[in-house]
Each structure stands twice: as structure tokens, then as C-alpha cells.
């Protein structure tokens, strides 16, 4: 008896964190970048702060900003998950393989992994559709634009990247079919300088639509200045540009991050694969200014269409730059094509660096 | 405005910080004082800069504010390695982390505020002239500035009394602490002046370059800046050329991109650094002139004996 109660106090003083019936869900962030970068993971920690709204006092949220993908990710994620948290999202896709590794020795410990494709009975992985919201804006900018060229400041040449390049000018295209694209290649997620020239030489050469796959304010901020419009990215960037910004295409994670700490909450989290997009409101269009009212009407009812499924911004026939068939009449892009996209459809004026 | 002025006019907005963060580690490293610190001052300049202008409403006091970020900082690093002897390399690197975490912490309440831009000057009559107009008479201050600075650093180091003694310091501090130069007192000054600059550098690119605060908005140019001082063989002027070779080649990259010519984007980005390598194999060929260049003393303690 005596024995019995002395492991009893044991094992609840081992459980302490856990047990007691009063106790928080704890959940822990691991982030790229800093959160102070206004773009993806200044977003991630909208989310975060939006989970700690939602459920007050019922769940506690730590988070750890800057770091590397590598050895240094993998000591972040253990950590958290030896100090007790009950979920632990990786935000980068780079954390992939260092989450993994964790995940195996913390079975208990749920991982939540953003933008990557390995999964186990512990990780989940999550990721967004921002390519829906790139088609509403390619459709926007051949509306908008008066020379018929827009700019894309782009990162580095991987198929999301891609994806999103397509889906825009396929946008465009919809509305204007001789609609060009001139794209700039920078080499950088975020280096407000280099994404600045790179708006510059576009704006010099005729584009009077600037928009981008890089992380900074700044190819908008160029925009204003230069008396051409343009788009944000990942957060709402008007602030910037108040007479150039048309839209942006905003990475909402709050209603992601909420629904799966309310899962563990309600015990009933489950490993799984979402890419959600318009549907999942994980994408979101800021305001819609500076524009005419029925060019917004029209924006809105496509995110709408998108959004019910009625429409989907890869649907054939679309041709690739060589001209080859990629999608079928009447056909949809199947998730696997959208996900290893290595080829700009027809009509991009720039060469793929391999 | 033409193609041309458009592309020339961008060349010299993306070399001017190169040139003035240059400008100011050159000075540093004449004296003999190797600051490895140059992106973490400059992030600092960038962060105080951008704070200076938002709060008193002026991007001149702003420019200000950045280069009383940059020399705080520098004066940190100059009582590291002048007053306790600690390892110029070692404080120079600390030096940037340090930065680099503390211009976070300040810039956190300036996230997402859009920021003051330093206005171009237009000369009545000047920039309107056809070509040469706006590239010549249209900046804003702080080009001018980085141009003058240039020239003034130059005349400096080898047309004054003063710039003679920190030369001295630079390459024997021996010597020139026997002939009654305060060593120690020289380096300082000359940290301090580096530290302006670093911190005017960032200042650009928060308040003139693309006016906001973002984390690590400096993204390496401190670095460039760096070696750039080794391409330039530490002159000022052939630093000049050097900023704007790099900036040249970095926005002529894009504007071939965007004409759709193909070029390999990932050796343009390395270039400021293979141009570096291949100045120091060409520095070093033979001893006379590479013994010529260098500051001697570079990056060596000097304790004064008593």
C-alpha cells in the first residue's frame, strides 16, 4: 500500500506538467527567419498570437525565431519537445528532416511540419495554395496594366515559385492573351536592396505592374515611388505604397494553427497532409484599393469561384513554353504536376534557370 | 528620362552605401585596426537611422541618428581591442552578431511602418540638363556626400600631416609611437570614423535606398564593403571604382534578366568576391607592392610600454 502511494506520487510528480487537469496545451513555434521580417514568418507568428487569443489561458505558446535549417534546427525542435510541448510546428522547409528525427524520439509529442512532404504517425504536414490567390492577381494586373507588361521579382526557381509565375500569368492571360511577363531572378528570400534594383530595371523596362515571390516591402515601396501599381506578398503591405498597392496575397495561418491546437486539446489530432488554399482561408486577399469597383467585383467573385471549386487556375489547355501540350482540354493540373512544376507555361518571356 | 539615365541612376543608388561603409573601414584599416564589424555597425546605423527619423520626423536628423548608431557601437569595438588588447578579429565578428541581435530589439516597434524618405535635390537649371542632368544634379544628399567623402578621405590620408600619422600608425606602430603619435588615441579616432560610416551606410538604405526597417535589411553589404577595401588595395578612390563595379554589375544582371538575355545569376552575385580574390592574387604578385598597399600592422595589438 505504502509502496503503491509512494509511485503514485512519483509517477504524478513525473506527469506534473501533464497531469494536472488545469494545465495548458503547450505549443511551440520554430521559425526561419526573424519575426520582425513582415512576411512569412512575421505571418507564422500571427498565427501563433492568434492561437493564444483564441484559447487564452487554456494554452501557453513559446516560440523560438532565426533558426538555421541544420544541426541547430533539430537542437531547437528537441528542446521544446523535452521542455514539454504538447505540439510543435516547424515552419520551414528545411526543418524537414530535423523534425523527423525528433518527432521519433518524442512519440507523444505531435509535430506539425509547414511546405515539406515526409510525414509520420506524430508529424503532420501543412502548407498553402498561394498560387490561387497569384491567378486573381495576374487577372487584376491585365486589367490594370496600360503597357501590357508586368514585373516579377522572383526568389529561386523551385516549383512553388514556378507555380506561382504560371498561375499569374495565366491569370493575365485570361484577360489580355498577348499579356507579358518579364521576371528577375534575385537569388535571396529577402534582401530589400537587391529586391528594390530588381523592381527598378523592371519598372525601367516598361513594366507598369510590379509584383514579386520575395519576402520584403520593398519592389511595392518602388512601385509607389516610380507611379506604377502593384501587389503585396504574404501580408497586407499598403502601408507601404498607399497609391500603388491593388491587393496582396496574404499567408493566413491562424485558422490553421487554431484548429490544430483545438485538436489537441480535444485529443482527437490526427497526423495528415492539408494544402489548403482559398477553401481553407489560409489564403486571403487584403482590400481590394485603388481600383475600380467592378475590376474588385470581378477579383472577388473569382476568389469565390475558386474557392467553391468551380474553378481552378490549371485547367487546359495549357501549353508549355516549347508549346507542348502539359494539360488536357477541360483537364485540372493533378497535385503531383502542381507539386514538382519545372516548366513556365507559354508566354513567359524569360528562360527557366536549371 | 531615358533608358540609360534610368540604369545609371540605379548603378549609383546600389554602390553609394558600398562606398561609404568602403570609405569609413578603409580609414579604419590604415590606422592599422581590422573591424570585422562593418555589417553588424551598419545594421545598427540602419535600425537608429530609421528610429531617429520616425521619431523626430526628419530623415536628416535620421541621418544623424545613424551615424551616432554606427559610432556607439564602433566605440565598443575601439575599447575592446585598444583599451583591453582583445583579438581584432574575434571583437569584429562578435561585433556583427552583436548588431545584428540589438538592431532587432530596437526595430521592433517599427515593423510595418512604412518610412522617410531623404528627398532627392533637383539644382534649378542643372537637372534639367539632357543626359548628365539627373545623373549628376539629381541625387539625393547622401550621394553627394559619398562622392565628396571620397575624395576628402583621400586627400586625407596622403595630403595632410594628420593622414600622414595614421598611415604611420597603420604600418608601424612602433615607429610612430617613438616619434610621440598617440597610437591607441589614432586607432580610436580612426574606429570611430569607420564606425560613422558603417552607420551612414545603413542609414542609406533605411531612409534613402528603400525607406522601412526590416531585420537584417543590410543582408550582407557589409561584407561587400569589406572587400571592397581589399580590391581597392586600400585607396580610396580605386574603392569608388570598385562600389560602383559592383553596383554596375549587379543592375546591369537584372536589366539583362528582364531583357530576357540569360546570364548565370549565381556568378553575378559572386562577383563582388571572385573580383576581390583576383585583386589580392594581382596585389601580391610581387612583396615590393604588396608590402606597398597593406597597412602593416593590420589587425596587430599595440600596448604601449610604459
Not at chain 2, 43 to 61: E, H, K, N, R, W
Not at chain 2, 159 to 170: D, I, K, N
Request: glycine fraction near 10%.
Amino acid at each position: 500500500m505504502m509502496r503503491a502511494t509512494v509511485l503514485a506520487v512519483f509517477a504524478a510528480m513525473l506527469a506534473l506538467p501533464a497531469a494536472q487537469a488545469a494545465d495548458p496545451v503547450k505549443a511551440a513555434f520554430v521559425y526561419v527567419g526573424p519575426i520582425g521580417d513582415h512576411g512569412w514568418t512575421y505571418q507564422h507568428d500571427q498565427g501563433r498570437l492568434a492561437v493564444e487569443k483564441a484559447f487564452g489561458d487554456k494554452v501557453e505558446t513559446v516560440y523560438i525565431e532565426n533558426v538555421a535549417e541544420g544541426p541547430d534546427a533539430e537542437r531547437a525542435i528537441e528542446r521544446f519537445a523535452r521542455e514539454g510541448a504538447d505540439i510543435v510546428f516547424t515552419t520551414s522547409f528545411g526543418f524537414m528532416n530535423p523534425t523527423i528525427k525528433v518527432a521519433k524520439r518524442f512519440p507523444d509529442v505531435k509535430f506539425e511540419h509547414a511546405t515539406g512532404y515526409k510525414r509520420a504517425d506524430n508529424v503532420a504536414t501543412y502548407s498553402a495554395r498561394f498560387y490561387e490567390g497569384r491567378y486573381v492577381i495576374g487577372q487584376i494586373a491585365a486589367k490594370m496594366s496600360k503597357s501590357g507588361v508586368a514585373g516579377y521579382v522572383a526568389s529561386f526557381p523551385i516549383p512553388e515559385v514556378v507555380r506561382g509565375i504560371n498561375s499569374f500569368l495565366l491569370g493575365a492571360q485570361s484577360v489580355n492573351p498577348d499579356f507579358k511577363l518579364k521576371i528577375v531572378w534575385v537569388n535571396t528570400w529577402f534582401d530589400p536592396g537587391k529586391e528594390a534594383d530588381a523592381a527598378k530595371a523592371l519598372i525601367d523596362q516598361g513594366a507598369d505592374i510590379m509584383t514579386q515571390h520575395t519576402d520584403s516591402p520593398a519592389p511595392i515601396q518602388i512601385a509607389g515611388e516610380r507611379g506604377v501599381h502593384g501587389f503585396g506578398q504574404a501580408s497586407d503591405m499598403d502601408a507601404f505604397a498607399p497609391a500603388a498597392h491593388y491587393t496582396a496575397i496574404i499567408d493566413d495561418w491562424s485558422a490553421y494553427y487554431i484548429a490544430r491546437v483545438k485538436a489537441v486539446l480535444d485529443g482527437t489530432w490526427e497526423s495528415g497532409d492539408v494544402w489548403g488554399g482559398f477553401d481553407a482561408d489560409m489564403v486571403v486577399m487584403a482590400p481590394y484599393t485603388d481600383l475600380p469597383e467592378d475590376v474588385a467585383a470581378d477579383a472577388a467573385a473569382m476568389v469565390e469561384k475558386i474557392r467553391s471549386g468551380e474553378f481552378h487556375p490549371f485547367t487546359g489547355p495549357i501549353h508549355d513554353q516549347e508549346g507542348k501540350l502539359r494539360i488536357a482540354e477541360g483537364e485540372r493540373a493533378d497535385e503531383g504536376m502542381l507539386l514538382g512544376m519545372n516548366w513556365y507555361v507559354k508566354g513567359v518571356d524569360d528562360k527557366l534557370p536549371q | 528620362m531615358t533608358g540609360f539615365e534610368a540604369v545609371v541612376l540605379t548603378i549609383v543608388t546600389a554602390a553609394t552605401p558600398l562606398l561609404i561603409a568602403a570609405l569609413g573601414e578603409l580609414v579604419t584599416e590604415r590606422s592599422g585596426v581590422l573591424n570585422l564589424g562593418v555589417e553588424g555597425m551598419m545594421i545598427v546605423g540602419a535600425v537608429t537611422g530609421f528610429a531617429g527619423a520616425q521619431l523626430t520626423g526628419s530623415p536628416y536628423l535620421g541621418v544623424i541618428a545613424a551615424m551616432a548608431g554606427g559610432m556607439a557601437l564602433s566605440s565598443l569595438f575601439g575599447f575592446l581591442v585598444l583599451r583591453l588588447a582583445a583579438n581584432q578579429v574575434a571583437s569584429g565578428l562578435a561585433l556583427t552578431l552583436l548588431g545584428l541581435g540589438l538592431s532587432g530589439m530596437i526595430g521592433e516597434a517599427f515593423i510595418g511602418q512604412p518610412g522617410l524618405k531623404l528627398e532627392r535635390i533637383d539644382i534649378p537649371f542643372l537637372t534639367d540638363l539632357p543626359v548628365v542632368g539627373t545623373i549628376l544634379f539629381g541625387q539625393d544628399p547622401l550621394v553627394y556626400a559619398s562622392v565628396t567623402l571620397a575624395v576628402c578621405v583621400s586627400r586625407f590620408l596622403f595630403r595632410t600631416r594628420a593622414g600622414l600619422a595614421l598611415r604611420a600608425v597603420g604600418n608601424n606602430h612602433a615607429s610612430a609611437h617613438m616619434l610621440g603619435v598617440h597610437v591607441i588615441r589614432t586607432r580610436f579616432l580612426a574606429v570611430l570614423f569607420g564606425g560613422a560610416c558603417s552607420g551612414l551606410a545603413g542609414g542609406y538604405l533605411s531612409l534613402a535606398y528603400t525607406p522601412q526597417w526590416v531585420e537584417g535589411m543590410t543582408a550582407g553589404r557589409g561584407w561587400i564593403a569589406l572587400a571592397l577595401v581589399v580590391f581597392a588595395s586600400w585607396m580610396p578612390l580605386r574603392a569608388a571604382v570598385g562600389a560602383y563595379l559592383f553596383g554596375g554589375a549587379l543592375i546591369l544582371q537584372f536589366h539583362a534578366q528582364a531583357e530576357g538575355i540569360p546570364l548565370p545569376s549565381q556568378f553575378l552575385s559572386a562577383l563582388p568576391y571572385i573580383a576581390t580574390v583576383a585583386a589580392l592574387v594581382i596585389l601580391s604578385r610581387d612583396r615590393w607592392t604588396a608590402r606597398n598597399d597593406s597597412p602593416s600592422c593590420l589587425g596587430q595589438v599595440f600596448v604601449p610600454d610604459r
